[in-house]
Structures are given as structure tokens and as C-alpha cells.
């Protein structure tokens, strides 16, 4: 039985984009620490001139003036610490893979290195580096973790210049950024069926179809080899392609027919697709044109060899590269005869093989995938594939002998397909047999920190369990409650959200109101709830919890003190900082006395509570604690797992806020490439890291790296989390105060007022954050010459910031040096001087002699100083100038 995922793990604040800082940041890489005895060598191994891993080259036709816009885009080095790429985009078939591959081999010579990475997901760009570390130093590799490996060719990318790296078939192009972001010795170049999501400065080739002369060349070259085609023949070929509508994919494969059956015409062939029309009239214009190409060639097929349909309509509800030979090779059948086949299929052109494994182009899957007319005596063909994909992985998920459980390795080489037929399930279609193999993958996959790519997998479980055992079973509940929080781990707040809302009443009906379970369902909704922004509903929710949990569980269940983590952030988001420490100091102590010092909730607990000194101010307490606690997170969880990244981003930003930019940035650089990796692009601890990095680029005097970033953070949160969550309002407090900072008062003012506005609206008058935004605006207004709003302003704001944070805390210390700051402006050093010095002697004492802020508060005293005596006087010299101190940016 699935059991209840209970998460009470610190999901910081603020927020943060990526593709566009990706292309900025420095190396950083991911995965397992590496041995010392490896963790020099990707500096030292070099790679053989030529050396690669591409398929054999294939007849691309029609194309020189595409091949020169890729050379001329990856040549062009506008910006030498910026590794060039180019996407190609277009529809499936329309020869995007066929291009980048004759780019490839034609300037193999001009490239120390080409590796060919099958991009469809996070899992097959891994694997496709591990084969390059395999490549590289073998001897090493068959001993090394899968993440080591990927770690390992990652560096010497790094390390090592002139490479070519070639994405095929890009799903996501969030997927490329931790490596075109850290990679910066050598070009990239992606394929993807994908028009949107690319960087705005990323250049992209919309690929269509071939014009009538290149297409009826290379129908010609495919048919008749070398051969001269007669004027009939050339006539009947050019008839041809404009009936496939010019379009690379059906034309390469009716070619291939037309190759293996040199008795039939190009007019004959034209004539039967005729007799396919009414049988295909599903999918997209390209999908009926190709079904019926193929109904002409499986028909072919089924009279030459049987079997090479049938592993064919197995192969296409697989993941579509690298499947092995063994997996299409039932039980009583001989290797033999399926090798045999899968040449037969080469040679039609319907798939492409290595000798070991094969891969099926995605549009082929889509089509053998759907319903075909068919005797209604006979089972549907695409289900008895189906049937045979199931069975042969379960077969090859068998234990080797001696063994009670499958390998790492089998696991490792399963996953993509049993993820694929997760995603592909049909809906009166289910395999009992298969409901284990997809709850291990998930549990696995989740320990690995890709809960995302579980979904699938969850997915296909609930719809299992709801069939099998009922919509309302304990095992079912478990499941959708599962699969909520694996949509609340991808930052889809919209599915997750109503599916805990509609486990919580399922459990409270029949369960009832204070069982286990149904209150893990209160839990997990609160902190929904919470992480959605809605305090109004997560605390009075949290609370009603931990009431339940502390009566029906007892006070010390780990239960009751995820309860109490939970509701403690809670008021910290809330900005109730009175309750907050004490209950996460008494959280810490009990989880230290029942779980254990490394236990991952006491990980947890010690982290929030740093984060929480931090908030106050008191550095001195929060640093070595969160020292300390990353420390160990890296030994218990490792070093790329969430936890650890979130811990690894508190550090980096607790060095900022202290005035240590020399340790926070390669942190936060290294910290955002891990969670573009492991978590991708738009979730919202990704968002926060990038927020985080912005922010710490901008502090660091570097406003053309941070404001691209803070823009595209703003535009993603706002489309991630919508437009009045708090970490969207972070965003946008951030990036208005970078225009204003750099002298664009015209965007700044307005952004900042209504950001106030909203924070006003939905976080209340006194949270720190609405405080901020308040503190940013006067300062403002104080730039612009409005001292008339900012005096007042920022009077308000100190009074609220000494009732609500306390007298020391380093934003009460940023607005008495502001507000003192603007007494000067306006002539009245009366009340700046006195200010100005409580405000110095409180820095040196809470912040340190060293720290940015209090240099500046010293200086801009000194300033004060001048200016007095210079009036007291009569002397017209000018001051010093003073440096205005501003609140720093949000950076939890």
C-alpha cells in the first residue's frame, strides 16, 4: 500500500526565471560529490580528433540554405563566455533530426568532439552523457554512480573546448538550460517540435516542408539510387511528392517502399494511397498523410515478415530511443528472427537501428498508437502491441538469477518505457501486473528527487486502484493524495489544490474526521494552502491539525511535529515572528529527542529555525546553524537532493544578507543550475533560486545580469503562481527597485505602488513584506525629489517596522538610516545627526563593524557631520557625498 506523502520541508520564499541568467552563470554542475581520484581527471583525459557518437549519416536534400543559417548562428561569436546555440523547430517528420545530423557530419572535422543527446526528457539527456563519460574513461565509469558519471562529463564539457552538443528531439526547453547555462566551451544545437518556450535570445529555424524540385530530387534519389530517372518516371515522382505534400518524413518512407519493391510504379503507389483515404481520416494532415503511407507499407510487410509488425506495434508504445533488442524479443521467440525483422523495418525506413537497440520517430508511435480499421473478428493490432510491450517489460524486469529483485540496472535501462506506457495508457485498458512495477518506479523516482516525471506513473496507478478497488478504498485515497502533492512538487497548484480538497472529504466521510489519514489530508491541504500564498486558509487549518494530532497521536508523534513545523511557517509567512521561533525551537528539540540528530525532519526543522533567526536578524545564531545543517544534508540525503538544494540556497543567501557576496553568488549560481535540473524551470523553489541569484547580482553592482533575470522571474511566476501570490509580489518589488536603481524612476514608481497595494490587499498592513514594499516606495519617492511623500512614508514604515520586527532588526536599522537620509535632503540635520548615530552604533553592534550596511551608515553619518559643520561655519564647500542605504532585496 502506497503510503501518505506528509512534507514538511522548507519551501522558501521570494522568486526567481532562468532560461535567460542560465546563459550568464558559471560552471556549476550536478550530482554526487566525485571521488578525489576523479575529481581532476574530465581536466586531464582528452578526446580523440573526430571523436562521437553519431548515427550514420542520411541523405539530406533541399537544405544548403538551413545549413548555412545553423553555421553561420554557431560561429558568430558575439559573446565569448557564451556558448552559441541554434533550435531547430517544425512539425514531426518534417526532417528537423535529418538536418542537424548532415550539419554534424559535414563539419565533423571542424569539431574536437560531436555527441548526439536523445533530449526527449531529464532522464534520456542523462543517460546520453553517461555514455559519454563510458566513451571517455571506461575503466571508470562501469564503477561510478549514474550521477557521478553525468557529473564527470558535465566537467570535462566544462573543462574542455570545440565540442558540438546536439539535443534531438526536445520536448521541453527547460530541459536544456542546466546544461546551456553552465557549458560555455563549445555550441549547442537542439531539434524539437516545440515553436514556444525557447530563450528570447536564443535563435531558432522554423524548418517546413521541401519545395517541389528538392522533393521530387530527393523522391528520385531514394527510388532510383544512382540511376538516371526517364522524364515519365520524373514526371510520375514529382506526382507523387505533391501528393505527400512535399513532406520529408512520407517521403523518405515511400521511398524506402518504393526501393524495396522495384516491380511497383510511382503512379501505381500513388494510386493505392488513394484507396487508403477513407481509412485514415484521423489526426493531423501529416498523420493521415504518413497512415496511409504505412497502411501501403504494413501491408507489404505482413506478406515479407509477420514479425517485424509485430515488434513494430510493440516498439510503439515504448519509450522512442534506445530500446534493445531484448525487450522486443518474446520469450519462445529466436534473436535471430527478431534482428531479421528489425532489419526488414530499417530497410522500410520505419525505424532506425544500432545493431542493439532501435528508435521509432515519435510521429510513427503517434499513429500506430490510435485505433486502424480492422476485421472486428481479429483484436486491434495497436492493442495486441500494446499487450506485448506490457508483457516484455515485465519480463525483462525479472531478478537475474540468484537474486530476489531486479538491478539497479534493469531499472535504470526500464524506466523511460515504463514511464511511457504510464503516459500513453488507454482508458478500458489495464494490466494488474504492471501496477507494481509502476508504484516502484514512482517511489524510486521520487527518492532521486524527480518526482515530476512520476506523474505519469501516479496517474496510471489511481486509475488502477479507482477501477480495481473503488473510488472510495484506503489505497485509493492513499493514491490520489499521492499524486496531489506530486502536482504540488511541479508548481501545478491547480490540479494539486482540488484533488487534496477532494481527498480531505472522501477520508472525512469515510474514515472519519480524526483518523490518521484524515488528518495527513489536513495537513497536506493546509500547506497547499500555504505554499499557494492563502494564509487565511492554511493557518486556522494548521492549527485545527495539530490540536487533533496532539490529541489523537500524542505530543511527540512525528506526526504532531510535522504539524507544528507546518503552522510555524505558516506565521512566519504571516509575519507573526513572536510565535515562530519558540515553536521551532521546541520542534527541533523534540524531533533531536524521537527521530534522531540526521533524521531528514530534524534536517528540516533545524533548517527553518536558522531561516528563522535570520529573519529576525541574528546572524550570529542562523549561519553556523545552517552550516551545519547543509553539512548534514549532504551526508544523509546527498548532494542534489530538494532538501539539500533548499538548504544550500538558505546558506548562499544568509552569506548575502551578512555582506559576503565572494561566497553567496558561486552558492546561488551553483544552487540555481541543481534546481533547473533536478526540480526544472518553473517550480517554485527554481523561481526563488533565481530571484535570489538576481537579487545577489544586483547588490554586487552587476544590473545588466540581474534585471533581464528579475524580468523573466516576474513573467514566470507570474504565469506559475499567478499575479498576487507573495513570491510574485517579491518578484515584482525586486525588479522595480532595479529600474529605479538604475535611473528609470518612470517604471519604478508606479511598479512599486502597486505592488504595495496588492501586498496591502492580500499579506496585511504589517507583514515585513508589505513593510518592504512601503520602505521601497518612500525611498522612491525620496530619489524622485517627492520628499513631501517619502518623509511621511517613511516615518509610517519605522514606526510599524520597531513595533513589528523589533528596535535591532536589520530592516528597523534600514529605515531609521533612510528616514535620516531624508531629513538631510530637506536641510534638517537636527534630527538626521542623532538618528544617524543610534542607527551606526546599532549596525556595529547587531550586523558588525564590516558589514555593506554598516559601512554605509557610518559614512552617510560622516557626511551629516560635514555638512553640520560646514553650515555651522559659513563654508560653501560640498560634503561628502553620502550613499544613500536602501533595504535589500527579499532573498530567503
Same mark, same amino acid.
Given at each position: 500500500?502506497?503510503?501518505?506523502?506528509?512534507?514538511?520541508?522548507?519551501?522558501?520564499?521570494? *522568486?526567481?526565471?532562468?532560461?535567460?541568467?542560465?546563459?550568464?552563470?558559471?560552471?556549476?554542475? &550536478?550530482?554526487?560529490?566525485?571521488?578525489?581520484? *576523479?575529481?581532476?581527471?574530465?581536466?586531464?583525459?582528452?578526446?580523440?580528433?573526430?571523436?562521437?557518437?553519431?548515427?550514420?549519416?542520411?541523405?539530406? @536534400?533541399?537544405?544548403?540554405?538551413?545549413?548555412?543559417?545553423?553555421?553561420?548562428?554557431?560561429?558568430?561569436?558575439?559573446?565569448?563566455?557564451?556558448?552559441?546555440?541554434?533550435?531547430?523547430? #517544425?512539425?514531426? #517528420?518534417?526532417?528537423?533530426?535529418?538536418?542537424?545530423?548532415?550539419?554534424?557530419?559535414?563539419?565533423?572535422?571542424?569539431?574536437?568532439?560531436?555527441?548526439?543527446?536523445?533530449?526527449?526528457?531529464?532522464? +534520456?539527456?542523462?543517460?546520453?552523457?553517461?555514455?559519454?563519460?563510458?566513451?571517455?574513461?571506461?575503466?571508470?565509469?562501469?564503477?561510478?554512480?549514474?550521477?557521478?558519471?553525468?557529473?564527470?562529463?558535465?566537467?570535462?564539457?566544462?573543462?574542455?573546448?570545440?565540442?558540438?552538443?546536439?539535443?534531438?528531439?526536445?520536448?521541453?526547453?527547460?530541459?536544456? &538550460?542546466?546544461?546551456?547555462? *553552465?557549458?560555455?566551451?563549445?555550441?549547442?544545437?537542439? &531539434?524539437?517540435?516545440?515553436?514556444?518556450?525557447?530563450?528570447?535570445?536564443?535563435?531558432?529555424? =522554423?524548418? #517546413?516542408?521541401?519545395?517541389?524540385? $528538392?522533393?521530387?530530387?530527393?523522391?528520385?534519389?531514394?527510388?532510383?539510387?544512382?540511376?538516371?530517372?526517364?522524364?515519365?518516371?520524373?514526371?510520375?515522382?514529382?506526382?507523387?511528392?505533391?501528393?505527400?505534400?512535399?513532406?520529408?518524413?512520407?517521403?523518405?518512407?515511400?521511398?524506402?517502399?518504393?526501393?524495396?519493391?522495384?516491380?511497383?510504379?510511382?503512379?501505381?503507389?500513388?494510386?493505392?494511397?488513394?484507396?487508403?483515404?477513407?481509412?485514415?481520416?484521423?489526426?493531423?494532415?501529416?498523420?493521415?498523410?504518413?497512415?496511409?503511407?504505412?497502411?501501403?507499407?504494413?501491408?507489404?510487410?505482413?506478406?515479407?515478415?509477420?514479425?517485424?509488425?509485430?515488434?513494430?506495434?510493440?516498439?510503439?508504445?515504448?519509450?522512442?530511443?534506445?530500446?534493445?533488442?531484448?525487450?522486443?524479443?518474446?520469450?519462445?521467440?529466436?534473436?535471430?528472427?527478431?534482428?531479421?525483422?528489425?532489419?526488414?523495418?530499417?530497410?522500410?525506413? @520505419?525505424?532506425?537501428?544500432?545493431?542493439?537497440?532501435?528508435?521509432?520517430?515519435?510521429?510513427?508511435?503517434?499513429?500506430?498508437?490510435?485505433?486502424?480499421?480492422?476485421?472486428?473478428?481479429?483484436?486491434?493490432?495497436?492493442?495486441?502491441?500494446?499487450?506485448?510491450?506490457?508483457?516484455?517489460?515485465?519480463?525483462?524486469?525479472?531478478?537475474?538469477?540468484?537474486?530476489?529483485?531486479?538491478?539497479?540496472?534493469?531499472?535504470?535501462?526500464?524506466?523511460?518505457?515504463?514511464?511511457?506506457? %504510464?503516459?500513453?495508457?488507454?482508458?478500458?485498458?489495464?494490466?494488474?501486473?504492471?501496477?507494481?512495477?509502476?508504484?516502484?518506479?514512482?517511489?524510486?523516482?521520487?527518492?532521486?528527487?524527480?518526482?515530476?516525471?512520476?506523474?505519469?506513473?501516479?496517474?496510471?496507478?489511481?486509475?488502477?486502484?479507482?477501477?480495481?478497488?473503488?473510488?472510495?478504498?484506503?489505497?485509493?485515497?492513499?493514491?490520489?493524495?499521492?499524486?496531489?502533492?506530486?502536482?504540488?512538487?511541479?508548481?501545478?497548484?491547480?490540479?494539486?489544490?482540488?484533488?487534496?480538497?477532494?481527498?480531505?472529504?472522501?477520508?472525512?466521510?469515510?474514515?472519519?474526521?480524526?483518523?490518521?489519514?484524515?488528518?495527513?489530508?489536513?495537513?497536506?491541504?493546509?500547506?497547499?494552502?500555504?505554499?499557494?500564498?492563502?494564509?487565511?486558509?492554511?493557518?486556522?487549518?494548521?492549527?485545527?491539525?495539530?490540536?487533533?494530532? +496532539?490529541?489523537?497521536?500524542?505530543?511527540?508523534?512525528?506526526?504532531?511535529?510535522?504539524?507544528?513545523?507546518?503552522?510555524?511557517?505558516?506565521?512566519?509567512?504571516?509575519?507573526?515572528?513572536?510565535?515562530?521561533?519558540?515553536?521551532?525551537?521546541?520542534?527541533?528539540?523534540?524531533?533531536?529527542?524521537?527521530?534522531?540528530?540526521?533524521?531528514?525532519?530534524?534536517?528540516?526543522?533545524?533548517?527553518?529555525? %536558522?531561516?528563522?533567526?535570520?529573519?529576525?536578524?541574528?546572524?550570529?545564531?542562523?549561519?553556523?546553524?545552517?552550516?551545519?545543517?547543509?553539512?548534514?544534508?549532504?551526508?544523509?540525503?546527498?548532494?542534489?537532493?530538494?532538501?539539500?538544494?533548499?538548504?544550500?540556497?538558505?546558506?548562499?543567501?544568509?552569506?548575502?544578507?551578512?555582506?559576503?557576496?565572494?561566497?553567496?553568488?558561486?552558492?546561488? +549560481?551553483?544552487?540555481?543550475?541543481?534546481?533547473?535540473?533536478?526540480?526544472?524551470?518553473?517550480?517554485?523553489?527554481?523561481?526563488?533560486?533565481?530571484?535570489?541569484?538576481?537579487?545577489?547580482?544586483?547588490?554586487?553592482?552587476?544590473?545588466?545580469?540581474?534585471?533581464? @533575470?528579475?524580468?523573466?522571474?516576474?513573467?514566470?511566476?507570474?504565469?506559475?503562481?499567478?499575479?498576487?501570490?507573495? $513570491?510574485?509580489?517579491?518578484?515584482?518589488?525586486?525588479?522595480?527597485?532595479?529600474?529605479?536603481?538604475?535611473?528609470?524612476?518612470?517604471?519604478?514608481?508606479?511598479?512599486?505602488?502597486?505592488?504595495?497595494?496588492?501586498?496591502?490587499?492580500?499579506?496585511?498592513?504589517?507583514?515585513?513584506?508589505?513593510?518592504?514594499?512601503?520602505?521601497?516606495?518612500?525611498?522612491?519617492?525620496?530619489?524622485?525629489?517627492?520628499?513631501?511623500?517619502?518623509?511621511?512614508?517613511?516615518?509610517?514604515?519605522?514606526?510599524?517596522?520597531?513595533?513589528?520586527?523589533?528596535?535591532?532588526?536589520? $530592516? =528597523?536599522?534600514?529605515?531609521?538610516?533612510?528616514?535620516?537620509?531624508?531629513?538631510?535632503?530637506?536641510? $534638517?540635520?537636527?534630527?538626521?545627526?542623532?538618528?544617524?548615530?543610534?542607527?551606526?552604533?546599532?549596525?556595529?553592534?547587531?550586523?558588525?563593524?564590516?558589514?555593506?550596511?554598516?559601512?554605509?551608515?557610518?559614512?552617510?553619518?560622516?557626511?551629516?557631520?560635514?555638512? %553640520?559643520?560646514?553650515?555651522?561655519?559659513?563654508?560653501?564647500?560640498?560634503?561628502?557625498?553620502?550613499?544613500?542605504?536602501?533595504?535589500?532585496?527579499?532573498?530567503?
Amino acid at each position: 500500500m502506497s503510503t501518505d506523502e506528509d512534507r514538511s520541508r522548507l519551501e522558501i520564499e521570494a *522568486a526567481g526565471p532562468r532560461s535567460i541568467a542560465a546563459q550568464r552563470i558559471g560552471n556549476a554542475f &550536478t550530482g554526487d560529490v566525485l571521488p578525489v581520484e *576523479a575529481l581532476h581527471a574530465p581536466s586531464k583525459v582528452t578526446a580523440a580528433l573526430g571523436t562521437s557518437n553519431l548515427p550514420p549519416a542520411a541523405l539530406c @536534400m533541399g537544405r544548403e540554405k538551413e545549413l548555412g543559417w545553423l553555421r553561420r548562428i554557431l560561429t558568430s561569436r558575439r559573446e565569448s563566455a557564451i556558448a552559441l546555440s541554434g533550435t531547430v523547430h #517544425g512539425l514531426g #517528420g518534417i526532417g528537423k533530426s535529418t538536418l542537424a545530423l548532415h550539419y554534424a557530419h559535414r563539419h565533423r572535422g571542424d569539431y574536437a568532439l560531436i555527441w548526439w543527446i536523445n533530449a526527449a526528457s531529464p532522464d +534520456e539527456i542523462e543517460t546520453s552523457l553517461t555514455s559519454l563519460t563510458h566513451t571517455l574513461v571506461p575503466s571508470w565509469a562501469t564503477t561510478a554512480s549514474r550521477r557521478a558519471q553525468v557529473a564527470w562529463a558535465m566537467q570535462w564539457l566544462a573543462w574542455h573546448p570545440g565540442w558540438l552538443l546536439v539535443y534531438d528531439n526536445v520536448e521541453d526547453p527547460d530541459d536544456l &538550460t542546466p546544461y546551456t547555462g *553552465a557549458l560555455h566551451q563549445g555550441h549547442h544545437l537542439a &531539434t524539437s517540435r516545440r515553436t514556444t518556450g525557447w530563450p528570447d535570445n536564443a535563435p531558432t529555424l =522554423t524548418l #517546413g516542408n521541401l519545395d517541389p524540385d $528538392d522533393a521530387t530530387a530527393l523522391l528520385c534519389r531514394l527510388v532510383f539510387k544512382e540511376a538516371t530517372p526517364t522524364p515519365r518516371q520524373q514526371t510520375e515522382a514529382r506526382s507523387l511528392a505533391t501528393e505527400l505534400g512535399h513532406f520529408p518524413l512520407a517521403i523518405k518512407q515511400a521511398g524506402a517502399y518504393l526501393a524495396q519493391n522495384r516491380g511497383i510504379s510511382p503512379d501505381s503507389y500513388r494510386h493505392r494511397l488513394h484507396t487508403k483515404l477513407a481509412k485514415t481520416a484521423h489526426g493531423t494532415s501529416s498523420e493521415r498523410t504518413l497512415a496511409r503511407i504505412w497502411n501501403v507499407t504494413l501491408h507489404a510487410l505482413e506478406r515479407v515478415d509477420p514479425l517485424a509488425v509485430e515488434v513494430l506495434y510493440t516498439a510503439a508504445w515504448l519509450a522512442p530511443d534506445g530500446i534493445p533488442y531484448s525487450l522486443l524479443t518474446p520469450a519462445a521467440a529466436n534473436p535471430d528472427d527478431v534482428a531479421e525483422a528489425v532489419g526488414t523495418l530499417s530497410a522500410y525506413s @520505419m525505424v532506425t537501428e544500432t545493431g542493439t537497440t532501435l528508435s521509432v520517430h515519435r510521429l510513427v508511435q503517434t499513429v500506430l498508437r490510435a485505433p486502424q480499421s480492422t476485421d472486428d473478428t481479429q483484436p486491434p493490432r495497436h492493442l495486441l502491441g500494446r499487450d506485448r510491450a506490457e508483457q516484455a517489460v515485465l519480463h525483462n524486469l525479472t531478478p537475474p538469477p540468484g537474486q530476489d529483485a531486479p538491478t539497479e540496472d534493469q531499472w535504470d535501462t526500464l524506466t523511460p518505457h515504463l514511464v511511457t506506457l %504510464a503516459a500513453t495508457r488507454l482508458p478500458q485498458h489495464h494490466n494488474a501486473s504492471l501496477a507494481y512495477a509502476y508504484e516502484f518506479t514512482e517511489r524510486r523516482l521520487h527518492q532521486q528527487g524527480h518526482t515530476v516525471r512520476a506523474i505519469p506513473l501516479l496517474e496510471a496507478t489511481l486509475a488502477l486502484r479507482e477501477r480495481v478497488l473503488g473510488d472510495v478504498h484506503p489505497d485509493t485515497l492513499s493514491s490520489r493524495n499521492n499524486l496531489a502533492l506530486a502536482y504540488k512538487s511541479a508548481g501545478d497548484l491547480g490540479r494539486a489544490i482540488p484533488l487534496l480538497e477532494a481527498t480531505l472529504a472522501q477520508r472525512e466521510q469515510v474514515l472519519g474526521d480524526a483518523h490518521p489519514d484524515t488528518l495527513t489530508s489536513r495537513n497536506n491541504l493546509a500547506y497547499a494552502y500555504y505554499v499557494a500564498g492563502d494564509l487565511g486558509r492554511a493557518i486556522p487549518l494548521h492549527q485545527a491539525t495539530l490540536a487533533l494530532r +496532539e490529541q489523537v497521536l500524542g505530543n511527540a508523534h512525528p506526526d504532531t511535529l510535522s504539524s507544528r513545523n507546518n503552522l510555524a511557517l505558516a506565521y512566519k509567512s504571516a509575519g507573526d515572528l513572536g510565535r515562530v521561533i519558540p515553536l521551532l525551537e521546541a520542534t527541533l528539540a523534540q524531533r533531536e529527542q524521537v527521530l534522531g540528530d540526521a533524521h531528514p525532519d530534524t534536517l528540516t526543522s533545524r533548517n527553518n529555525l %536558522a531561516s528563522a533567526y535570520q529573519e529576525v536578524g541574528d546572524l550570529g545564531r542562523a549561519i553556523p546553524l545552517l552550516e551545519a545543517t547543509l553539512a548534514q544534508c549532504e551526508q544523509v540525503l546527498g548532494d542534489a537532493h530538494p532538501d539539500t538544494l533548499s538548504s544550500r540556497n538558505n546558506l548562499a543567501s544568509a552569506y548575502y544578507v551578512a555582506g559576503d557576496p565572494g561566497r553567496a553568488i558561486p552558492m546561488l +549560481e551553483a544552487t540555481l543550475a541543481q534546481c533547473e535540473q533536478v526540480l526544472g524551470d518553473a517550480h517554485p523553489d527554481t523561481l526563488t533560486s533565481r530571484n535570489n541569484l538576481a537579487s545577489a547580482y544586483y547588490e554586487v553592482g552587476d544590473p545588466g545580469r540581474a534585471i533581464p @533575470m528579475l524580468e523573466a522571474t516576474l513573467a514566470q511566476c507570474e504565469q506559475v503562481l499567478g499575479n498576487a501570490h507573495p $513570491d510574485t509580489l517579491t518578484s515584482r518589488n525586486n525588479l522595480a527597485y532595479a529600474y529605479y536603481e538604475v535611473g528609470d524612476p518612470g517604471r519604478a514608481i508606479p511598479m512599486l505602488e502597486a505592488t504595495l497595494a496588492q501586498r496591502e490587499q492580500v499579506l496585511g498592513d504589517t507583514h515585513p513584506d508589505t513593510l518592504q514594499s512601503r520602505n521601497n516606495l518612500a525611498y522612491a519617492y525620496q530619489v524622485a525629489g517627492d520628499l513631501g511623500r517619502a518623509i511621511p512614508l517613511h516615518q509610517a514604515t519605522l514606526a510599524l517596522r520597531e513595533r513589528v520586527l523589533g528596535d535591532a532588526h536589520p $530592516d =528597523t536599522l534600514s529605515s531609521r538610516n533612510n528616514l535620516a537620509s531624508a531629513y538631510q535632503e530637506v536641510g $534638517d540635520l537636527g534630527r538626521a545627526i542623532p538618528l544617524l548615530e543610534a542607527t551606526l552604533a546599532q549596525c556595529e553592534q547587531v550586523l558588525g563593524d564590516a558589514h555593506p550596511d554598516t559601512l554605509t551608515s557610518r559614512n552617510n553619518l560622516a557626511s551629516a557631520r560635514q555638512k %553640520a559643520e560646514a553650515v555651522q561655519h559659513g563654508s560653501t564647500a560640498t560634503p561628502t557625498t553620502a550613499d544613500d542605504s536602501q533595504q535589500p532585496f527579499t532573498a530567503d
